[in-house]
C-alpha cells in the first residue's frame, strides 16, 4: 500500500532496481494480477514475501457473515502459503451493526481464530492479529493495543498465532515498548 500507485510487475520491478530482497503485499493487488502469477513474478525476481495483508474482519454476530469471513480467510492462508510467505496479517473486524460490546467482539476473534489456527499451522501460515488505533474500533479493528493483540495471541501455539505491530496506530500506545518486549519474551 506505501506504493499502491505501482503495478505489482512496477513493484516488483523498482525492488530489484533498488536491491530490495523482500516485499510485504496486499491481497487485492495479488488477487487482481493472480495469485499464481504474482507468486511466479517473486519467485522469478528473487523476492521474498514477508506478509500478505490481510485478513481479518471476524467480529461478525450472523452466521451466515461469520461463515463468509472464516471462509475468506482460508483463502487468504491458502493465497499466503501460496505466496510463500509464513504470516497472514489480520485486522480483526469492527463492532457488528447495533453493537458497543468491544469486549464479545474480541471473544468473537478468539472463536474465529480458534478455528482457523490449526488451519494456518497446517498450511505454515501464521495469522498475525494487527492492533489499530481506537479511532477504527467501530469499523475495522476492536484490538487497539499491542496487550490486546497479545492477550489473544497467547492463547493459541505461537507458530500459529502472533502479532505484528505498525507504529503508525500504536504510537500513541505508552505501554507499547512494554508489550513489544513481553511479545519477544514470551516468542
Avoid at 22 to 42: D, F, I, N, S
Avoid at 68 to 76: K, S
Avoid at 123 to 128: K, N
Wanted: proline share 5%; hydrophobic share 45%; glycine share 8%.
Amino acid at each position: 500500500m506505501t506504493v499502491k500507485q505501482l503495478s505489482l510487475p512496477e513493484l516488483i520491478a523498482a525492488c530489484a532496481e533498488f536491491d530490495i530482497g523482500k516485499v510485504g503485499l496486499w491481497r487485492e493487488p495479488v488477487q487482481a494480477y493472480g495469485v499464481p502469477e504474482t507468486a511466479a513474478l517473486v519467485r522469478s525476481a528473487g523476492l521474498e514475501v514477508t506478509t500478505l495483508c490481510r485478513g481479518g474482519f471476524l467480529t461478525a454476530i450472523d452466521p451466515d457473515e461469520r461463515a463468509a469471513a472464516l471462509a475468506d480467510n482460508r483463502r487468504a492462508v491458502d493465497e499466503a502459503a501460496a505466496l510463500g510467505t509464513d504470516t497472514l496479517v489480520l485486522v480483526s473486524g469492527g463492532l457488528p451493526a447495533g453493537s458497543k460490546d468491544l469486549g464479545a467482539a474480541r471473544e468473537r476473534i478468539a472463536d474465529a481464530l480458534a478455528e482457523l489456527a490449526p488451519y494456518a499451522g497446517s498450511h505454515g501460515v501464521r495469522l498475525a492479529i494487527e492492533p489499530l488505533h481506537p479511532m477504527f474500533a467501530a469499523d475495522r479493528c476492536v484490538v487497539s493495543t499491542l496487550a490486546q493483540a497479545l492477550d489473544l495471541a497467547e492463547r493459541f501455539p505461537a507458530h500459529q498465532v502472533g502479532v505484528t505491530v505498525d507504529t503508525y496506530h500504536i504510537w500513541w500506545d505508552d505501554q507499547a515498548p512494554a508489550q513489544v518486549a513481553r511479545a519477544g519474551a514470551e516468542g
